[in-house]
């Protein structure tokens, strides 16, 4: 059964500070993609990982992905309130066929 | 932007009355899901089509049905609905490959 974790589940930071959610996945694949979903609202793609190694940075945000660790991370630089919302990770089979999400990380940046 | 929609956005209905909830896309994407998802919970996959004429179940077993006729139409259907179907419906598509989903705006689904 394919599992995907991630951690923490929930996160209060202030605003100016950094950190990190992670992403561990249990299956082999090379893509994975970070979305955003604000409360009540449907999920926003932020990030699509293609390969071992891959980084991409949009503002505050930047994710990676080591397929070899089984293991994405999205850091968030210098937080501000705009930020607060759940995040999650999903990874698809080699065949592309099914999308696996995460548990979600609810971000909560207090002023 | 993508162009993916989903109605009704909200629904109350009484137990065993029988619903489609209907998704659309104007995209030409060939692949297009079902995700179920409660408040503040992870999406659970329940049903998935490659293309025209192709269905499958996803991992969370599932009461509803779809169908795929159209390339750009996804309904689901729930026969007989309970209140344990009382969730978050949300539609997705996405080219073949490795391509991100794109949402629908979702079905908030109450069943009294």
């Known amino acids: 059964e394919l599992k995907v974790e991630q951690n923490p589940l929930f996160l209060s930071m202030q605003e100016g500070k950094n950190y990190t959610i992670y992403c561990n996945y249990s299956t082999t694949s090379d893509r994975l993609y970070w979305y955003r979903q604000d409360p009540g609202k449907s999920l926003e793609s932020l990030f699509v990982l293609l390969s071992n190694g891959a980084v991409k940075q949009e503002g505050r945000l930047m994710a990676s992905l080591d397929t070899k660790a089984r293991l994405s991370t999205l850091h968030i630089t210098a937080a501000v309130h705009d930020l607060s919302a759940t995040y999650f990770c999903?990874?698809?089979?080699?065949?592309?066929?099914?999308?696996?999400f995460g548990t979600g990380t609810s971000l909560t940046v207090i002023p | 932007e993508a162009d993916i929609y989903q109605t009704p956005r909200y629904l109350v209905i009484g137990t065993g009355k029988k619903i489609t909830l209907e998704c659309s896309q104007t995209?030409?994407?060939?692949?297009m899901y079902w995700y179920q998802q409660d408040p503040g919970m992870e999406l659970h996959l329940i049903h998935y089509?490659?293309?025209?004429?192709?269905?499958e179940k996803g991992d969370l077993s599932s009461e509803s049905t779809v169908s795929r006729i159209r390339t750009e139409h996804f309904p689901l259907t729930l026969e007989s609905a309970r209140p344990s179907h009382t969730s978050q419906y949300l539609c997705?598509?996405?080219?073949?490959?490795?391509?991100?989903?794109?949402f629908g705006s979702g079905t908030q689904l109450s069943v009294l």
């Open positions: 995209m030409g994407h060939d692949k």
């Open positions: 089509s490659y293309g025209v004429n192709s269905t």
């Open positions: 999903a990874v698809d089979r080699d065949t592309g066929n099914q999308f696996y």
């Open positions: 997705a598509s996405s080219r073949s490959g490795a391509e991100k989903l794109f």
